[in-house]
């Protein structure tokens, strides 16, 4: 049966089924592996299997932001001409990455079965602030080591950890990477045997193409026209200015085309999008509206266009400085999105719409995490409290993990109960966390949805914008501060908006 495609549903729910299972074991084994709280606590990390051409075939359920965008990785890798058993690396946000604290590998598997990308944040990669998160940056190289694609020997792995701080770190969780990928390789290697070389690939093909005519039959079902929205990024860590976003969504047959004509250009500050991530948000809003159960591969995006004038805020020039755009400026893109397709289908109310970035660090340690909120109620259920949305699905940093490794004390981390929208359903709540600082440090915050509200839906109402607190006083959503031994910082996370009118009691 050496030479037999892969036709019948059930042989390929089988194969899609372990095909993903190599894509969770990598995952699971960077997570074992690696010594950042970023990684092994928070799980900032997505893993991939791809075929020989190049199309995402299975992935792990990780992070949004990371895996709309990893085709584009493997695409400039591929133009390098990979052999098998070769590794690369890349993390340069005009060539298929994210921001630069997402590292990621390609390596090309034995015997022409594929590729195996992993990604993950890493909790500093240089730069002009520590865990590299600047707020006040200008221009990439000021947002730490720029990795374009680069085989990956033991020379360019001694370049990148010596711009790094804390390098033992940096390496222990580059080496946790690289780990990941080789337990991927013998996975693969492992169903070629049970499958057969052929069989193997074919299916790849077969899954890519039952992705497709899915998605396609899933978006045919949606009533043909166009649909816009608008809304703000809250200022680019410069100025305190509304930055908009405007977005026109066509259905026609079984094709969406997005349109970001209207955007606001490129700003000065770090709040740009590269495109990769911008189409990342915008497959993930297709996939969650029409079909959100269906195998996430590179098929599910073929029938999705998206358009965005050069150089604008969400197709961003380079050294255009990014770092918070694929954090935050994704997450307003999801909103955007999201509220266009509103003119199709019922959708969600606003979740939080930030992932609440905060960054610590000094001479002695590095570390980075994001902060849950609300998510938006549903036409038939409320908002969940105190998850990450929309862009992010990472894990919160355990206060116990925190504690142990870094100089800070955790004083509160409670539910901020009410502040989700009111409505017939009603918006999850978002969260307070107060950080007592034990010793002079750097911080960085980047949040979102501090000035504007998460819009309910339906009549639904509109949840509590969040707060930043130093020492009791507000700080701005995006600052970068120097704080000592004793200062308190407070975090308190939006809610989410509620969906319809309240029930008459």
Known sequence: M???????????????????????????????????????????????????RGRMVAQAEHMPVHLGAMPDAVAAVLELGPKAGETFVVNDPYTGGTHLPDITLVSAAADGLGYLVSRAHHADVGGMAPASLPVGARELYQEGLVIPPLRLTDEVVALMVANMRNP?????????????????????????????????????????????????AAIGRLPDG???????????GLREVDIPIEVAVT????EVV???????PQQPGNVNCPIAV????????????????????????APV?????????????????????NVETSSRIVDVVLAAFGGFVPVPAMG??????????????????????????????????????????TLNTPIEALEREHPLLIERYELRRGSGGEGLHRGGDGVVRAYRILEPMRVSVMSERRRHRPRGEAGGGDAKPGENRLNGRRVPAKAQLELDAGDVLEIRTPGGGGWGKPARS
Do not use: W
Request: glycine share 10%; charged share 20%.
């Open 2 to 52: 050496e030479g037999d495609a892969v036709t019948d549903p059930a042989t390929l729910q089988v194969l899609g089924s372990a095909l993903r299972g190599v894509a969770e074991e990598m995952g699971a084994a960077l997570v074992r592996a690696a010594h950042s709280a970023n990684i092994k606590e928070r799980r900032d990390c997505s893993t991939a299997v791809f075929d020989r």
């Open 251 to 254: 259905v026609a047959g079984q």
């Open 168 to 216: 033992a770190q940096r390496l222990a969780d580059l080496r946790a990477q690289i780990a990941c990928h080789v337990t991927g390789e013998r996975r693969l290697i492992e169903l070629a045997e049970r499958f057969g070389r052929r069989r193997l690939l074919a299916g790849m093909d077969e899954l890519f193409a039952a992705s497709e005519r899915r998605i396609r």
């Open 305 to 325: 266009t998206v358009l965005a004038p050069s150089g604008c805020l969400v197709n961003a020039r380079f050294p255009g400085a990014v770092v918070a755009g």
């Open 258 to 264: 997005v349109d970001f004509a209207g955007t606001a």
């Open 278 to 301: 911008t189409r990342s948000a915008v497959y993930h809003v297709v996939r969650l509206v029409c079909d959100p159960d269906i195998p996430a591969s590179g098929g599910a995006y």
């Open 226 to 236: 166009t649909s816009a929205a608008r809304d703000v990024m809250e200022g680019d």
């Open 352 to 393: 939080q719409g930030t992932m609440n970035n905060v960054s610590f660090g000094n001479d002695r340690f590095t570390h980075y995490e994001t902060i849950g909120g609300g998510q938006g109620a549903c036409p038939d259920a409320d908002g969940p409290s105190a998850v990450h949305v929309a862009m992010s699905n």
